[in-house]
């Protein structure tokens, strides 16, 4: 019973494309994020949802897109990719948009710009 | 700016022993703090969260201090255990539950 499941694991691409990577979680949580894990391990917030409405949006490139068609997924859509994007992103949920019973991770998407 | 700093050196430490990390931070006020475990390939799973208001919390072999006139939290895992090895990671956040997380200090723990 994975709590967040994000698809795929790996990604390898060349510069330019389009891709997507998508999450889900069961846990029933109403906000989810999208996190950044870079080469030196730092993870940076991306995006949060709570219940499909946007909540936080840092400043990242407008070429990254999240969408949610329901509280209990988050997709990234990443356009035009560069080779600066390459890292792990995460997808997470928690309880109450506040953090106090702590994120739940997925497993994480490797991805690699060529 | 803020700023999050942990140990970027790995903490080698012997079975049985109390490994203990340090979180750093500067030019933040934090209501909460957080602390996760990350194994190589795998997501952070989260392990403690400690308010500003609260001095120490404890959860099995492990304990977490939060000074903030230090401007410092520690985390201890007494009675380390090989599986305990891992990178541990400290998230700071504030009330509208945006957390900032810390690059993490790898733990490895030697029968």
């Known amino acids: 019973d994975t709590a967040v499941s994000q698809t795929p694991k790996y990604l390898v691409t060349q510069m330019g494309n389009d891709k997507s990577i998508k999450c889900e979680q069961n846990?029933?949580?109403?906000?989810m994020y999208w996190y950044k894990q870079d080469s030196k391990k730092f993870l940076k917030i991306m995006f949060s949802y709570n219940n499909k409405e946007l909540i936080i949006n840092e400043t990242v490139p407008n070429r990254f897109s999240p969408k949610s068609p329901d509280k209990a997924h988050l997709n990234l859509h990443i356009n035009s990719l560069e080779l600066g994007d390459s890292a792990v992103y995460f997808c997470a949920s928690s309880q109450d948009g506040q953090g106090n019973y702590g994120y739940t991770f997925g497993s994480g998407t490797r991805l690699t710009v060529v | 700016s803020q700023k999050i700093e942990q140990n970027s050196e790995a903490l080698n430490i012997q079975e049985g022993k109390t490994a203990t990390l340090t979180c750093n931070y500067t030019?933040?006020?934090?209501?909460?703090l957080q602390w996760y475990r990350q194994d190589p390939g795998r997501g952070p799973v989260f392990l403690l969260l400690?308010?500003?208001?609260?001095k120490e919390k404890r959860k099995e072999r492990l304990k977490v201090t939060f000074d903030t006139t230090l401007k410092q939290s520690l985390f201890h895992i007494t009675a380390s255990q090989p599986a305990d090895s891992a990178t541990y990671l400290c998230a700071l956040g504030g009330r509208r539950g945006k957390f900032q997380f810390g690059a993490g200090t790898q733990v490895v723990v030697t029968p």
């Open positions: 030019n933040y006020s934090p209501a909460y």
């Open positions: 846990l029933g949580h109403d906000t």
């Open positions: 400690i308010r500003e208001n609260e």
